[in-house]
């Protein structure tokens, strides 16, 4: 079985978040960047499923080269081999041009992606993914479980759980519950010093065209302080609420 | 031309989301010079369509829809997207209509904007806003593919009503049949879901255990709203995951959040934050949550949440 997890390279959850050069570029001073925590959560079960499915785990990012830390850590955590397109990713769309045009010739079984990523919050790479390449695609994963060619798969939807069944080549969307987080691999020394050895390739990019351009960032007005009302007078709460919020 | 919107429907009900997403259409509609579609798809009480701008309803009968399979709603899309020469498509936030939208990006080979919270500021270029480093920022993106898929934010745009007298059509569509088959669908009947409600009441580590969460559901019934909570509560197994919202949770754009016993850490507000307005309990006056807070009450949540629960009864017996 050979699985594609793909891995978008975001801001620590802890970040502030600045921009620079006018509004258009994000401020990464200080920040530390990490494996998108939802892509973590694919691509532990991904690193289990090499042990009960024989699977070889390829991860993948579309990025320059300052995203080559995270990919190492991927390989510290149980991935086999990292590629790296080479580009600095426009938009969600291009970026899914480039996964599908090289999956198209992997074969790949099982591409996991996100259900989204916490920086653009798109949730739509992994979609896109399967749009292209006329493949299954279920998102908001919380429980796979492949069986030769077949996959059930269950997702979170508003206010329950679906199941569904279908057949591989199949796109996912992870999120936690597919593993939990209890199950997140530290990698130890060991797998640190293997990750050395093991390939991090850079492949050339197809430079397709992105469908939408970002022209800039701005951040939240600075928030009103807090109205406080004392604890013994919750009729006020209730009052403010009603009255002046207008939400009750 | 039109502009397409897909309105979700439950139970032979549009969803509230759906009429959100028709309210944006409708304005967006006007701003450009374009009347709006609305499809309909295994409904027949068109009322609250009627009611929210439609100015023409696509109605879709057809068996092999009846559950939501993301290949084949995206292929009726497709169809009608062909036949009608739509260039806009309008989704709501609800989980199946994003999960469509990514899809439908990637058949039409065109893009895709979720999280957008205003209209246009311009049509041409085609200008939106959308949050993004989860709600901790906001950007404004151009949209330059010729069809324009849009997600409209839970609770951004809002609900606008507008009385019209829409031509209805029936269309026939076929559908491949799909090795992908939906085997069970397990859902709370009754309860307020996270992504529909107006208001969310949740509960953090300061409520010590979940034989304590009476106090939260009590509170949550009495205002009709969704119950929720913080990581570590979900982790520690007093809640289900399900209700864990935050930057790695469920996001929630409803009305009024309140937050119970919980301190607000940057990764609980990233989620929350595009809540309209936000009430914090907490006994601790240095909790952060109380600089993201509209609204605030510094004391222990054991005395005030029975005691706002005695109040909201008093009032609504009064009413
Ligand atoms: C990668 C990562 C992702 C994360 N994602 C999320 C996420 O999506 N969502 C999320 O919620 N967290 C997330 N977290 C965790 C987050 O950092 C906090 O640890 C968490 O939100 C704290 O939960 P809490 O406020 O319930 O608990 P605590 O921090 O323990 O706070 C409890 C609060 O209750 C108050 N309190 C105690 N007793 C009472 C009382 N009797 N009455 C009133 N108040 C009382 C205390 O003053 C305190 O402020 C994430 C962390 C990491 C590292
Ligand atoms: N530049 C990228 N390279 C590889 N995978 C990505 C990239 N951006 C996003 N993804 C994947 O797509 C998922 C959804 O991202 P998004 O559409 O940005 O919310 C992420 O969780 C990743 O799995």
Redesign the interface.
Known sequence: MNILVCISNV?D??SK?N?VENGTKFDKNGVQFVIN??DEFGLTKAVWMKESHNAAVTVLTVGDQSVEPTLRKCLAIGADKAIRIDCSSK???SV?KEI?HFSQKENFDLIICGRES????????????????DY?????C?DLDIKGTNA?VSR????????????LPLVLGAQ??LVE??DLIIPNMRGIMMARQKPLETIEAQNF????????????DA??E???????E??K??D??ENE?K?? | MSILIYTESENNEFKKSALEALSYGKALGEKMGENVTCLSINSNNFNSLKQHGADRIIDIQNQSLEKFIVKNYAEVIHQIVISESIKTIILSSSANSKYLGAYLSGKLESAYMSNVIELPSEINPFLVKRTCYTNKAFSTTEIKSEIKIISVSSNSFGIIENVTDPDIKKIDVEIKSSDLKIKKIDKQTGAVTIADADIVVSGGRGLKGPENWHLIEKLANLLGAATACSKPVSDLGWRPHSEHVGQTGKPVASNLYIAIGISGAIQHLAGINSSKVKVVINNDPEAPFFKAADYGIVGDAFEVVPELIQKLEARNNNN
């Open positions: 801001p959850t802890t978040i921009f925590p939802n938009d969600g769309f899914a599908s916490i920086d653009y919050n798109g949730g739509m790479v992994g979609g896109v993914i399967a749009g292209i390449l299954n695609f279920i998102t908001n919380v059930l979170e939807i508003d206010g329950g759980i679906e199941t569904l069944e279908c057949n936690k519950g987080e209890s065209n992105a469908e939408s351009i970002n022209q800039g960032y701005h951040k939240p928030k009103k807090v109205k406080l009302v004392k604890a013994d919750v009729d709460l209730i403010l609420l919020a939400v009750i």
